[in-house]
């Protein structure tokens, strides 16, 4: 069994993969799990393992079916920028990475508390998954969606939305682009959790070796963006 197949099968059951970038972007390995999988116990794994920021990284459909902005186009909106000029000084034209930012809202379940706790973003990550589903079973259209994600959720939360590029693998290569294509590759909605692996010190992304050595000691499937990009690609 390839590599990629073996990240399919992991994520099928609900399993984690560990997938690095590349030594052209960020330079990171994230440790993703699909997100209707989800439970507090994994969310308690990504903030104790990784140490980086935890984040939802969705489809671009996903983010067309609900109607989510990029954060960067709502903070340059001119009349936005009119009405808070402290806008037009924190402009993002400066990542070393990319062009762009893939951040979109961010997001609590309302049947949270402060919406922080595992068991909170547990609900908030899983319940966005199902909630996609579901509507997309039953064709909902754009405006019922928007009005059953509002039902449901409110801005701003604790778990920050990353919505893939138009285009995905094609158009960029971030982990948002790389965690959705994953998830699709499985059958599953193009929703999936992860978090940045740092090293212990937090100084640093965690290197490849010792991503790669410590997803080995847990039996955690370790995959490359150019691997999977290869497959996605073909």
Not at 33 to 46: G, N
Not at 72 to 82: F, G, S
Not at 105 to 127: E, F, Q, V
């Amino acid at each position: 069994m390839g590599k990629v197949d073996e990240a399919i099968a992991a994520f099928c059951t609900g399993k984690p993969v560990c997938l690095f970038d590349s030594e052209y972007r960020e330079g990171e390995t994230d440790l993703l799990f699909p997100a209707a999988s989800v439970v507090p116990a994994m969310m308690r794994q990504l903030r104790q393992d990784c140490g980086g920021l935890l984040f939802l990284a969705i489809g671009d459909e996903v983010g067309e079916r609900f109607g989510l902005p990029w954060l960067q186009d709502l903070h340059t909106n001119p009349d936005l920028v009119a009405a808070h000029p402290v806008l037009s000084e924190l402009v993002t034209d400066d990542l070393q990475y990319d062009s762009r930012s893939a951040f979109t809202l961010s997001l609590n379940h309302r049947n949270t508390y402060t919406g922080i706790t595992d068991k909170d973003r547990a609900l908030t990550t899983r319940r966005f998954a199902e909630l996609f589903s579901e509507l997309e079973s039953s064709g909902a259209d754009e405006v019922a969606s928007r009005k059953a994600l509002g039902e449901e959720f409110r801005t701003p939360g604790h778990i920050p939305v990353c919505r893939e590029t138009p285009g995905g693998l094609s158009a960029r290569e971030g982990h948002t682009e790389l965690a959705v294509a994953l998830a699709r590759l499985a059958g599953l909605p193009p929703v999936v959790i992860g978090a940045e692996m740092l090293q212990p010190d937090g100084d640093l992304a965690l290197t490849v070796a010792a991503s790669r050595a410590w997803a080995l000691e847990r039996g955690i499937p370790f995959l490359s963006g150019e691997e999977l990009k290869a497959v996605v690609l073909q």
